[in-house]
């Protein structure tokens, strides 16, 4: 009897999580609103398995031994420019201070700033590397999205991008409603959904993100740094759980039938970038044609307009070769 009746509540639970995958792949949101995408963001393994990975894609979704391994010493002039207006580099011997019009290092400005600009894009490496065991993106991928979009100066960029990763308000509202984790950490206990749609809720989450400090070692908050690295690969992964529900919505696979792990993340860097509608449309089209497993090759000559190529192209710069990790 006791066989039976947990047979019963395995078979309830099964038959209505297919239930509410079914009308999430129709479209369907109006009786069940978000509490569906919440269902189907847990449901959603393909983000965390990773296998299936083509071996030409393995230098970027390697997982190194230590953070020493994640090592750089880039001129990154953004960087420089930034220590340099906020005082922590002197640059008065230089050429206009040695900043540009756009308030990037000039050359001379560049070459004072080196050590801590060595220094800075170098701090964070620890907690970027706990988050694979923490969160489950993996580690190249994230320290090339933030080298990326704010060249490791985590603080507001045009008063709409926040932290490492330039986060923006929508981007965050977002991630909020796909991944109950990042809820977890960081929506006011018993604020509910309306951590998602808050708009002093989502400020006060963003600004945790902005992480310089005028009174701190090189203009950064250390502790406040590493927090909020994790809480970024948060955002991330709840980009992932959205892009293997766009490609369930756009071919009725499963994501990981669908494309292998690789392409997942890359197409996850699309959505990031560009946006949902860039992901569904290419893989809609795609799956047309092709009626079968993805690759990103498949996919990525299938982009168009500006929005979605722009998209494309991101995903390729960060998941391009940069570390002689295997193979």
């Given at each position: 009897m006791q066989y039976l009746i947990s047979w019963i509540k395995r078979f309830f639970i099964v038959s209505i999580?297919?239930?509410?995958?079914?009308?999430?792949?129709?479209?369907?949101k109006s009786i069940f609103g978000s509490q569906v995408q919440d269902v189907v963001a847990q449901a959603v393994p393909s983000c965390l398995n990773r296998t299936n990975i083509p071996i030409a894609d393995l230098h970027w979704i390697y997982v190194p031994d230590n953070a020493a391994a994640l090592h750089t010493e880039e001129d990154y002039y953004y960087l420089a420019g930034q220590l340099i207006i906020n005082n922590i580099v002197d640059a008065s011997t230089c050429p206009n201070g040695g900043l540009t019009l756009n308030e990037y290092a000039n050359a001379c400005g560049m070459s004072l700033a080196h050590p801590k600009v060595v220094e800075l894009q170098n701090i964070i490496d620890e907690a970027i590397l706990k988050t694979w065991p923490n969160v489950g993106v993996p580690p190249v991928l994230l320290r090339q999205l933030i080298r990326q979009e704010s060249q490791f100066w985590p603080s507001i960029n045009?008063?709409?991008h926040y932290g490492y990763g330039h986060v923006t308000n929508m981007g965050i509202r977002n991630a909020l409603e796909?991944?109950?984790d990042l809820r977890q950490k960081v929506c006011p206990a018993g604020s509910g959904w309306a951590c998602t749609y808050d708009q002093s809720i989502v400020k006060e989450i963003l600004k945790t993100l902005v992480v310089t400090c005028p009174t701190c070692a090189n203009g950064i908050d250390t502790e406040?740094?590493?927090h909020s690295v994790d809480i970024l690969a948060?955002?991330?992964l709840g980009y992932c759980y959205q892009t293997a529900q766009l490609i369930y919505n756009a071919t009725g696979w499963y994501s990981s039938n669908a494309v292998d792990y690789a392409t997942l993340w890359k197409l996850t860097l699309m959505d990031y970038n560009a946006g949902s509608?860039?992901?569904?449309?290419?893989v809609a089209k795609t799956f047309k044609i092709v009626q079968g497993p993805m690759s990103w090759e498949d996919l990525s000559s299938r982009v168009t307009g500006d929005l979605c190529i722009r998209g494309k192209t991101y995903a390729n710069q960060i998941t391009a070769k940069y570390y002689n990790f295997p193979p």
């Open positions: 999580a297919v239930f509410l995958l079914f009308l999430s792949a129709m479209g369907v045009s008063q709409t796909w991944n109950p406040a740094a590493n948060e955002v991330v509608q860039c992901v569904f449309d290419t």
